[in-house]
DNA sequence: TTGCTCCTCACGTCACGTGAGGTGGC
DNA sequence: TTGCTCCTCACGTCACGTGAGGTGGC
């Protein structure tokens, strides 16, 4: 028989408060080894506080108490920890973002607005093998790019079909205004790839991406200094020509993985305009 | 005369969402440069991007709205550098207890639960002097323990008073319960102080110590640790003898500024019994 | 004229914290 | 018996996101 102890002694035990005790009781986490039927009062048993230790541990690590839930109910170890390790690379993760914000926010205080020669241009139509999602997260673009861009080259090496120019991505105003929206990607190919039969189910087949007129502007550096370019971009836009509400264009000169440094990073920014 | 745009321009210009755009306007950070009285259309001035470009990386650094606009609102350069300053030192320290919980969650799965050996002690009164506070939060209570005991020795020096023992601090039970509550620092002098006149206006002051009955565990290792001990403790006084509640009581054996490892501090954790 | 953009509520999110008001336990 | 602990609502926090329902602009 192992001892039993109010909520408050409980509290003092595992230095989870008392109001986190109870939450931890009502959403089914950390229940205590008896309540009375009559008064409500909470008994636990000194042989939960190791329970109590890995919650509080996760929690002061901000792992959501849905998936502190899948920890601690976890069939086995190998389960538990792959949660955990998880949550450890989105952390990693956030710390490398953090960096790079604190990084873009010294170089705007230093440089403040940055000049971008701004030309026009038309641009053809592609012949292109293609990726499209109706919906992604601002948040999960770069990895939404990455593997899509593999992807494509893969699909393109493949089917022997050698890129015929940068590829691109265009992303849907709803992007930008909800943080969420369409995006495509595009590896440009041959056009005679259009008849032939390219890679298996669930290849990217060869598309034509349309064109269109186009104001341009370069952008050199990381992708997180991009809103600096669409700026001197759209502003140039909002003073000289009439916006048409398609897509954004990005073309892709020169990143990763070819390059490694971000301050190389060269993209050209496409903001779609009246002829 | 600079050009105006939509909030849909707006945001695609400084990729800030649409309804992130409104909320800053509802708070009055970025207020748009016109607003149509009768449709209530915003218009954005393109020379607002600048602005949209330090609020979106101090809102991607988690500074606080409020905090963005004292930093936008600043009336020169050195207030708006200072408040991104602390804001930084206190990414800082996070990332620091961060690393702490998570070399003590691997601490908790490889080792498990930790083996503490309970004494029973009475502790007599003690002349010290004496540092308290009515409410101190839990995320404070390290900063709040280096300053009061720098202060308290300091006193002790300056009034000629040698420590006759270590160094404690006792927590009410609302500070385990609330994480908040009272808690008391305290630095051991010799009972003659009493009748000096110590230290200067506002300086701390001897006082008495009440003692009492209590079971002692003894911590090694880092603050962030604690829990573990308590919990030992803890554990042995609901099995085998009556908590009082009253305050915790932590006594400093070794610790900063003297030890540096937190693997080497010892810390006496005294939980109050009846006799 | 037809979509599309924009508008304003009202409510949801997440993990508790903050009281209010009341009762049981020692 | 007297505090003290414990209980359950109901609401607040923070920075927007998610619709609903409706109107203006090109």
Redesign the pocket.
Known sequence: MTAVV????FSRLTHL????L???HDIGLLAPAHV?P?????RYGVDQVAQAQLVRRL?DLDL???EVVAVVSAPDEQTRNEVIAEHLRRMERELQRTQDVVASLRHLLEVGTVQVAVEHRTIGHLTALVLRAAAVARIDISAWCTESFSTLYRAAHAAGLPPTGPAGASYG?AFF????GEVLAYVPVPEAARLRCVGGAGSPAPEIVPGGRFAVGLHVGAFTEFDRTYAAVGAHVAEHDRAL?LPIREIYLLGPPEAHDPGEFRTEVCWPILP
């Open positions: 109010t909520i408050g002694e408060s008392v109001k986190a109870r939450h931890y009375d009559g008064t409500g009062y909470r929690r959501p108490l849905a105003p205004e909800r943080d969420l509400p």
